[in-house]
């Protein structure tokens, strides 16, 4: 192939991992419309439309495939075409994810979390949204920054978990022979948990997008994990 036309095929691959980025971060708007506003019909269009998001990820992992096997790249090119491959997966992780957060959101059926998680979320969002960016202009300064954040984020989630439990055990102490629905206070509190969970995951997976980016930049692999 000549190297104009290879060029090409790297920056199509770039332009088209973007273009699942910008999918999923929408998708991520999605959800946390329906965790905050419980928008019931935002939940299930997050859901309805995790395929999509699997199936550009096939496509993409089959472009990566075709580079490694047909064009053989070296050096810089490599770790492009690797990096790249390793973020499409995170991108698609957080795809499930998010499927995850519009069940749980309509598995909240109108009932109002003990926490703020819209905090939490939009902190997630603004990572991966920071992530992506940062790989679309290789900007390794940014990389380490958004990495830095994820100490913040671990924290707000720790206290959102704590503040939940807390919450649990405070309805039990005053429930003072009133009818309690424990089952449905288990189920709620389990339901916030693990939204608080993923959240925090998604997060995570930004900071993973800002790794391969360094190793693609760098050759850096300190912050792969």
């Known amino acids: 192939m000549p190297r104009r036309e290879y060029q090409k095929s790297l920056d199509d691959l770039r332009a088209d991992v973007r273009a699942l980025a910008d999918l999923v971060v929408s998708r991520l708007d999605q959800s946390l419309d329906a965790l905050e506003g419980g928008n019931r019909e935002a939940a299930r269009a997050v859901i309805d439309g995790d395929d999509e998001i699997n199936d550009r990820y096939l496509d993409l992992e089959a472009d990566c495939i075709d580079l490694f096997a047909l064009q053989q790249p070296v050096a810089s090119d490599l770790r492009f075409v690797a990096a790249s491959f390793k973020i499409c997966t995170d991108l698609e992780r957080i795809g499930d994810l998010v499927a ?3 069940q ?6 109108g009932t109002i979390a003990a926490v703020d998680l819209g905090t939490i979320g939009r902190e997630a969002h603004a990572m991966v949204t920071d992530a992506i960016t940062a790989y679309d202009t290789e900007d390794v300064a940014a990389c380490r920054q958004i990495a830095a954040r994820d100490d913040e984020i671990d924290a707000l989630c720790q206290r959102a978990s704590e503040r939940v439990v807390r919450d649990l055990i405070e309805r039990q ?22 939204t608080i969970r993923d959240l925090e995951r998604i997060a995570d997976h930004a900071v993973n997008v800002t790794a391969r980016t360094l190793f693609l930049v760098e050759s850096d692999p300190e912050l792969i994990y």
Do not use: F
Not at 176 to 192: C, F, N, Y
């Open 100 to 102: 995850n957060l519009g």
């Open 104 to 109: 749980y959101a309509l598995a909240a059926d």
């Open 173 to 194: 102490a005053t429930a003072d022979g009133t009818p309690w629905d424990v089952e449905r206070a288990l189920d709620d509190v389990s339901r916030v948990l693990l």
